[in-house]
Nanobody, 121 residues
Framework: QVQLVESGGGLVQTGDSLRLSCAAS?????MAWFRQAPGKEREFLAG????????YYSNSVKGRFTISRDNDRNTVYLQMKSLKPEDTAVYYC?????????????????WGQGTQVTVSS
C-alpha cells in the first residue's frame, strides 16, 4: 500500500496563500485533498486524475484552491489562496482506489497523516 505524507501546513494570516504537498512512496493514480475542521466532519476539497488532465473541486474552494500533480516526483499539490479563518483545519491527501463519487471517503484506500493549516484573522 502506498504511503502518503503531507507537508506545507502552518500558521498564516487571512488573505495569505499556502501550498500543501503530498509525497507518495510510489506511483499513484487518482488523488484528492480533504480537510477536517474542529468539531466537523472531514470534507472533500479537490481531486485529480492520474495524469492531471481532469480535476474536480468542491464549491467551497472552487476558484481559490488548485490541485496539481508531478508524477515524476510522485507528489500532489494543493495551492491555496485568499485563505480565510474558516479554512483552518487538518488537511489530508488520499489515494482514490474505487470508481465512486470523489466526495465519498469509502472510495479511498490510502490516507496521509494530515497537516495542520491555521488561518488567523
Amino acid at each position: 500500500q502506498v504511503q502518503l505524507v503531507e507537508s506545507g501546513g502552518g500558521l498564516v494570516q487571512t488573505g495569505d496563500s499556502l501550498r500543501l504537498s503530498c509525497a507518495a512512496s510510489g506511483r499513484t493514480f487518482s488523488m484528492a485533498w480533504f480537510r477536517q475542521a474542529p468539531g466537523k466532519e472531514r470534507e472533500f476539497l479537490a481531486g485529480i486524475g492520474w495524469n492531471g488532465a481532469m480535476t474536480y473541486y468542491s464549491n467551497s474552494v472552487k476558484g481559490r484552491f488548485t490541485i496539481s500533480r508531478d508524477n515524476d516526483r510522485n507528489t500532489v499539490y494543493l495551492q491555496m489562496k485568499s485563505l480565510k479563518p474558516e479554512d483552518t483545519a487538518v488537511y489530508y491527501c488520499a489515494q482514490k482506489t474505487k470508481v465512486g463519487q470523489w466526495s465519498d471517503q469509502t472510495q479511498y484506500g490510502a490516507w496521509g497523516q494530515g497537516t495542520q493549516v491555521t488561518v488567523s484573522s
